[in-house]
């Protein structure tokens, strides 16, 4: 077994399902890799519905309490049986290369960190992630797709199409739990370009990422608000000049603001 597929949910029973079926669907060997899926204190029926699923590879449900998505990730890669691991979110529909492509570039670079090109559906209900996304990191994968040449700092990654070395996620110490629902990725990959690790960008293997109505319009305050907290405490770490723009451009203060400060 080469790679472990981690997959955070929390609530998104549907959303998560259909992922799975594109897992599922892969064009190499089950024996290659494991699906590790972390139920994060779900209270829809996810748990119940997913023992009901039948996988080609091993398939693995952890249960815990409610401790967000780092605490999800820290889980799912602690439990992982594979040295690699990949990090896929519970709303995304993969390609059926996507885990060989994976494996292909680790196995031609040693102590990378590998990520794939992702977007989301036309069709998905407004929220501030995917909107801020679409319009800063997605527009960039749309560059790298013309313009390949293009450079891509390892800061700029997000763990939604995401693999490197289990042995790199337990040196680094896992993501910060203090990032609970946006933010752990970018510093955790701060820590990480700390170390000097290289980052292969893998374009032409690609995730659809679709938006599900349970985080539309009506939940844009809430978002925003606990958004800007994790936004303040990692500038508080690591200053104005260490990350990356898009999450801190104009664009996304705007958002903030306005959901936050809207009457």
């Not at 933010?183 to 032409?204: E, H, M, S, T």
């Amino acid at each position: 077994m080469e790679i472990s597929v981690v997959v955070p949910t929390y609530n998104r029973k549907d959303l998560v399902q259909r992922t799975l079926e594109s897992i599922f669907s892969q064009n190499v060997e089950p024996s290659r890799f494991e699906i590790i899926v972390v139920v994060d204190g779900s209270i829809d029926g996810t748990s119940a519905a997913l023992h009901n699923l039948s996988s080609p590879c091993r398939f693995r449900i952890i249960e815990q309490q409610n401790r967000g998505l780092a605490g999800a990730r820290n889980s799912g890669f602690r439990a992982a049986g594979a040295p690699l691991v990949l990090f896929l979110d519970d709303d995304m529909e993969c390609d059926a290369g996507l885990i060989a492509a994976h494996i292909t570039e680790h196995h031609n670079f040693d102590s990378v960190v590998v990520f794939g090109a992702l977007f989301t559906t036309p069709d998905s209900p407004p929220s501030l992630a995917p909107d801020c996304f679409d319009r800063e990191i997605g527009a960039f994968h749309v560059n790298h797709a013309q313009y390949p040449d293009t450079p891509w700092d390892i800061t700029q990654c997000v763990f939604s199409n995401t693999s490197l070395s289990k042995q790199m996620l337990i040196e680094v110490g896992g993501f910060d739990e203090d990032f609970a629902v946006a933010f752990n990725d970018v510093d955790f990959c701060l820590r990480l370009k700390q170390r000097g690790l290289r980052n292969i960008y893998v374009a032409d293997v690609r995730l659809i990422h679709r938006e599900s109505e349970s985080r539309g319009k009506d939940r844009l305050p809430a978002q925003a608000k606990r958004f800007a907290g994790e936004l303040a405490r990692l500038q508080a770490r690591w200053g104005t000049e260490d990350y990356y723009d898009p999450y801190f451009s104009p664009l996304f203060s705007r958002l903030v603001e306005r959901c936050v400060l809207a009457p």
